[in-house]
C-alpha cells in the first residue's frame, strides 16, 4: 500500500447480537451490514467492558477498562467518573499526525458539542448532554447548539425538550421524525461528504461514526415495518429469573414487567412486542444509514485502503428475562456483534471463536495500521488472529460500577442494588466458555455457556464446581491486580 490505511469505525447504539444475519437473523433487513459480513472478520463472541454507552464507549476510544479511562458511569456533571480523564488518549491521539480524525455523533465521555482528545474534524448531535463540561452554569454555555440541532431547526422541527434552561430535541421527539431526519441519515450524509472530500487528499484518515440506533425510546419512521403479531419472540421471553439468580435482576423483572401491564393492561405482551417490533425497525433505520457510508467508500476508491468496524456499545433485554434495556452481563446485554473487515486479510467470511473484550479494539487497530501500540493499553493486538498465526484463549473480563439510579422506576430496592459493583468474567478458549459474575453483596453466579447458552442454570452454590468457582476468581483477582481494579470482590 502507498498509503497508511484509513479506518472507519461504526458503533451503533444499544444493538442485540441477534439482529443481523451474521448471527442468525435472516429476516430484519439489514443488506449493509450482511454485505459487509460477508467480506469480513465475524468475531462469535465478542463482549463490552461494561453494559452501559459512557464506560463502553470509552473503552473503544481509548483501549483502557471504564476505571482508568475515567468513566464508569454514563456521563452527568454532578456524578464522578463519569467524563473521559483530560490525560487519557483516544486511538486519535496515538496515530501518526499525518492522519485526519474524526468523530461524528455521539460522544458521551464530557462535552458532546467540542472537538477534543486528538478529533479535529466534529459532527455534534446530543444538545442534552452539553452540560457535561467545565463552567457548565455559566449562561454562556445555554446558547450552545449542536450542528443536529440546527439541522433540526432549519428543517421546521422546533425544540419540545426543556433542559437546562433552553430548549432541546427530546429523543421521543426524535423518533417522529422522517428518515431523512433521523440522526442515521443526518450522519451518513456528513459521513458520505467526509469520504468523498479524503478521495484525492494524500493524508490518512480515521474516523469514528457514532450512531444513535437502535436505542429507545423505541420509536421510528419504520415501526410498521414488522409485525409484531409474527415476530418470534425466543425461549427467554418474559421467563422471569428464578430465586436462584442476583436480587437485582429479579427486582429489575418485577418493575419492568409492572410497567408493561401499566402500559397495556390485561395483555402486557402487546406492549413487548409491539416495542420490539419498533426496535428492529430502527435496526433497518441504521442499516440504511450505514449503506451509502461503504458505497462513498467503494465509489471513490478508498475501499481497498480502508479498515471497517461495526460494533455496539451494548445490547438490550427487550423483554428477555422480563427485562428491558441494558445493565446486565447475560448475553443478550453484554455480548455484541463485531464485524472487522480488512480488505488486504478478508475477501469473504471468516469466523473468528473464542472470547474477546472491546479493550483489544485499540491496540489491534493500531496493529493493522502500521501504528505503535502504547504500552499503557489494558487490551492486546489481536492481528495475529486476524492473520492466522494466533487464536483467542485469553478471558475477557466486564465491570459494573452502580449507577443505574439516574433510569429508576420508582422503586426503593431496584435503586439501591442498582448502586451494587458486579465483575464478570468470560473464561477465553473456544472450548472451554465459562461466566463468573461477582458481587460483594448480591447473589453470584457461574454459566456453562457451551451447555446452558441461554444461562438459565445458575452453578455458582453446586459442591461440583467449587473447585472452578476458585480457580476462575483467583484468575480475576490477578486481573484485577493488572489493571488497578480495586473493588473487593468479598468472596
Avoid at 442468525?24 to 465475524?42: H, M, Q, Y
Avoid at 478458549?429 to 447458552?453: I, T
Amino acid at each position: 500500500m502507498s498509503k497508511k490505511p484509513n479506518l472507519l469505525f461504526i458503533c451503533s447504539d444499544q444493538q442485540r447480537t441477534d439482529t443481523i444475519g451474521a448471527y442468525g437473523n435472516d429476516w430484519i433487513e439489514t443488506p449493509a451490514l450482511n454485505e459487509l459480513s460477508s467480506k469480513s472478520f465475524v468475531f462469535e463472541n465478542a463482549y463490552v467492558t461494561q453494559p452501559v454507552c459512557s464506560p463502553a464507549r470509552s473503552t473503544m476510544m481509548t483501549g483502557l477498562y471504564p476505571h482508568s479511562a475515567g468513566v464508569v458511569r454514563n456521563s452527568k456533571p454532578d456524578r464522578p467518573f463519569s467524563n473521559l480523564f483530560p490525560e487519557v488518549k483516544t486511538i486519535a491521539e496515538m496515530v501518526d499526525e499525518d492522519y485526519v480524525c474524526a468523530k461524528y455523533g455521539k460522544w458521551h465521555l464530557g462535552d458532546d458539542l467540542s472537538p477534543q482528545h486528538g478529533f479535529t474534524e466534529w459532527i455534534s448531535t446530543e444538545d442534552a448532554h452539553d452540560n457535561n463540561f467545565p463552567n457548565w452554569h455559566d449562561p454562556k454555555h445555554k446558547d450552545r447548539k449542536s450542528q443536529y440541532y440546527d439541522y433540526l431547526v432549519a428543517k421546521g422541527h422546533e425544540p419540545q425538550g426543556d433542559h437546562e434552561g433552553h430548549k432541546s430535541h427530546t429523543q421521543e421527539q426524535r423518533g417522529y421524525f422522517p428518515m431523512e431526519d433521523t440522526m442515521a441519515m443526518f450522519l451518513s450524509r456528513h459521513t458520505v461528504d467526509f469520504v468523498n472530500a479524503r478521495a484525492e487528499d494524500e493524508k490518512p484518515w480515521l474516523m469514528y461514526v457514532n450512531m444513535f440506533d437502535p436505542h429507545p425510546p423505541y420509536n421510528g419512521p419504520l415501526n410498521d415495518m414488522y409485525d409484531p403479531n409474527s415476530l418470534d419472540m425466543g425461549p427467554l421471553f418474559l421467563k422471569k429469573p428464578t430465586e436462584n439468580t442476583p436480587a437485582f435482576s429479579r427486582v429489575r423483572s418485577d418493575c419492568h414487567m409492572a410497567e408493561a401491564e401499566e402500559e397495556s393492561p390485561g395483555d402486557p405482551e402487546k406492549y413487548w412486542r409491539e416495542l420490539r417490533a419498533k426496535y428492529f425497525g430502527n435496526m433497518t433505520v441504521l442499516d440504511r444509514g450505514i449503506e451509502p457510508i461503504f458505497k462513498a467508500l467503494e465509489e471513490s476508491g478508498q475501499a481497498d485502503n480502508t479498515i471497517i468496524v461495526f460494533t455496539s456499545d451494548h445490547g438490550d433485554s427487550l423483554g428477555d428475562r422480563g427485562m428491558l434495556m441494558k445493565r446486565s452481563f447475560y448475553e443478550e446485554v453484554a455480548r455484541v456483534p463485531l464485524i472487522v473487515h480488512v480488505p488486504w486479510l478478508s475477501g469473504n467470511e471468516q469466523r473468528v471463536d473464542g472470547s474477546i473484550g472491546h479493550t483489544d479494539l485499540v491496540p489491534t487497530l493500531l496493529g493493522l495500521m502500521g501504528q505503535e501500540v502504547p504500552d499503557h493499553l489494558q487490551g492486546a493486538s489481536r492481528k495475529g488472529v486476524l492473520e492466522g498465526s494466533e487464536e483467542l484463549t485469553d478471558d475477557v473480563f466486564m465491570q459494573w460500577h452502580g449507577g443505574a439510579a439516574t433510569i429508576s422506576l420508582g422503586d426503593a430496592e431496584f435503586d439501591r442494588l442498582s448502586e451494587i459493583p458486579w465483575r464478570s468474567m468470560v473464561s477465553g478458549p473456544a472450548g472451554d466458555r465459562w461466566k463468573l459474575d461477582l458481587s460483594p453483596h448480591d447473589l453470584c453466579e457461574l454459566y456453562d455457556l457451551n451447555n446452558d447458552p441461554l444461562e438459565l442454570t445458575n452453578l455458582y452454590a453446586y459442591p461440583d464446581h467449587a473447585d472452578r468457582v476458585r480457580a476462575m476468581t483467583a484468575r480475576m483477582r490477578e486481573w484485577q491486580q493488572r489493571v488497578g481494579d480495586d473493588l473487593d470482590l468479598g468472596v
